[in-house]
Structures are given as C-alpha cells and as structure tokens.
C-alpha cells in the first residue's frame, strides 16, 4: 500500500479527521489527501467526510490495502481476484529474490496440493502463499509446514471450529470419537537451496472458508458449514500473524503442534516410498516426523501420506 494512504487510515483509526490536520501532518496538499481519500475508497475502504472531518467507519474489503491494514505481521500483500495458483506466483517472486510477500487471491483455477493433486480453490475460500527466506536448513524446513498447520487451525478455531491437525499438513474436523474427519484445509511447502541452508521457502495454505459444504468433494467440509461466515480480511490477518511467530520461535512449532493434532494417539496406515507402515501414531519429533509404533517395531517417518484408521 501507498505509504502516504497508509499513514491517512492509520490517523483515521484513532477518529474523525479533518483535510487540513492530514495534510500538515503529512506535508502533502488538500488536494492529495483528497485524491488519496476517493482512492482508498475505491478499494473498498468505508470513509465517511462529516463536519469533524473524514472517519473511517468500516473495512468491507478483502484486497492488499484491506488486509495489510491492522496486519500485525510485516507481510506485504499481493492481491488476485484470480489466479491459477498462488504457489506458482509465489514461487515467481522467489526466484525475483522477494522475501516477506503473502500472494493472496479471492480464486485459483490452477491450484494443487501435494503430489500435484488437484485442489478445487472457487471464490469464498482462503488461498494463500507466503515467501520467506528463513535462515534455517533443509531438515528443518518440515516445522515450517507444521508452523502453517498450527497458525491455520489456530484461525479457524477462533472463528468457531474444531479445527485439528492431521500429519502432516491437513487441517481437519473430528467426526465421532474414532479419528474420522473432514478436511478443511491443506498446506503446501514448497523450497530450494543447497545441502546446508535454504535459499526461500513457500508456504502455501488453501482454507475453505465461506464455501458451501454441498460443493466441496467428498469428505471436506468448510468453515461456513461448521460455524457460519467468516470475515476472510481478519481470518487472513489471523493465519499470517500466527504464522510469523512461530518462525519466529521454531521450538515453540511442535509443542503447540502436539495440542491440536488428531493424529497422534490414532492408528494409522503411512504410504511411503520404502513401503507401507501400519501401527499407533504416537509423537512427532523435533524435526516434524512422525514416530509410530507397529506391532514389531517403532519408526519415524519423515515423509508420506497418513490414513487414519479404526481401532482394531
């Protein structure tokens, strides 16, 4: 966002505020504030003129300026009303060297999942991918995909679900006491760099936030069913400003992975390159990998895909 547009809804956030107190605060004319004012009201930003000056009544607006704004995380916002994946674009930025971008877009009519999955992204959902550069290696990328899952389910809880976690990169819904669920969102982590550091890392979150229950596939669910409508702009504000402090703080990651995870405790069948793993999935250790107790042994696996299943 324009730093000028930027520093006039930051003053009329505290109140009413006249042209002329905008304009020698900011050292710019009445007529800039003017233009600056029907800009930011173009974007959907709610300003009122009244005889106090102009007051800022409401945020309506899901785009870069409405979210950016009150964002307490240092993200800045690339906007799409459509995009064939925010993954895709946000690997582009990487590879330009941007750091600290949340590609955002109301719809992706190319959007995948892990193994190149297709993943139905319409107008509604939450489609997110954010760029980082984080000073970390490669075997520690995984708590990245895990800071995404926490931040995200942490978000939906706060808008009323019983979001939990399943390993190692789904968002789900409990259904009944055996583990069953609905998915309500999926991460993908993407990264390049060398043997010993990364160069930048994607993390993109895909949330079905206010789409109907009865257009989703089989097995997923939404926040609109679950817990009604959401306002998009806050939970996206929500999901970012969790994300950044637990890269922040990666020893906090597991931890906190560890209280919402539907996983652990459950039995559960891993596919995997070196084969098929059934047994209790009873941790996940530092590095995100979870550890699992067959009837012969107990294994960590760092990679593959997690089914739950019925108790024996």
């Known amino acids: 966002m324009n730093e000028t547009r930027r520093a006039i809804i930051a003053a009329l956030a505290d109140g009413p505020v006249s042209g002329p107190e905008l304009a020698e605060s900011l050292e710019v004319s009445r007529a800039a504030v003017w233009k600056h004012i029907e800009g930011l009201r173009e974007a959907d930003f709610e300003i009122e003129s009244g005889p106090t000056g102009y007051e800022l009544v409401a945020v309506n607006a899901y785009n870069a300026p409405a979210v950016e704004f009150e964002l307490e995380a240092p993200f800045s916002i690339e906007y799409h009303d459509s995009v064939g994946s925010t993954n895709d674009r946000a690997r582009e930025l990487a590879g330009e060297g941007a750091t600290d971008i949340a590609v955002l877009a109301n719809e992706q009519i190319g959007g995948r999942g892990r193994l190149d999955r297709e993943w139905a992204a319409p ?3 939450v489609w997110v991918s954010v760029v980082t550069r984080p000073a970390i290696t490669p075997a520690q990328a995984p708590l990245y ?30 259904v ?13 982590t993407e990264m390049e760099g060398q043997t010993d550091r990364v160069d930048w890392l994607v993390a993109g979150i895909g949330v079905n936030a206010n ?19 959401v306002d998009r702009r806050r939970f996206v504000q929500r999901l970012l400003e969790g994300f950044d402090r637990y890269r922040r703080d990666l020893e906090a990651v597991v931890p906190a ?20 793993i059934v047994g209790e999935a009873i941790d996940v250790t530092e590095s995100g990998a979870l550890v699992v107790e067959t009837d012969d042994e107990r294994v960590t696996v760092s990679a593959g895909d997690c089914e739950h299943l019925r108790p024996v």
């Open 145 to 174: 995909t895990l800071a995404a899952s926490v931040a995200t389910a942490t978000a939906a809880r706060e808008a009323g679900v019983d979001a939990r976690i399943k390993w190692p990169n789904d968002v789900v819904v409990p």
């Open 123 to 125: 107008a509604g959902g």
């Open 257 to 276: 992975w560890r209280e919402l995870a539907l996983t652990l405790g459950q039995r559960v069948r891993v596919d995997r390159p070196a084969g098929e």
């Open 211 to 229: 789409l109907d229950a009865d257009a989703l596939p089989e097995g997923a669910t939404s926040v609109r069913a679950e817990a009604g409508d």
């Open 176 to 188: 009944g006491d055996d583990g069953d669920y609905r998915k309500l969102a999926g991460i993908l």
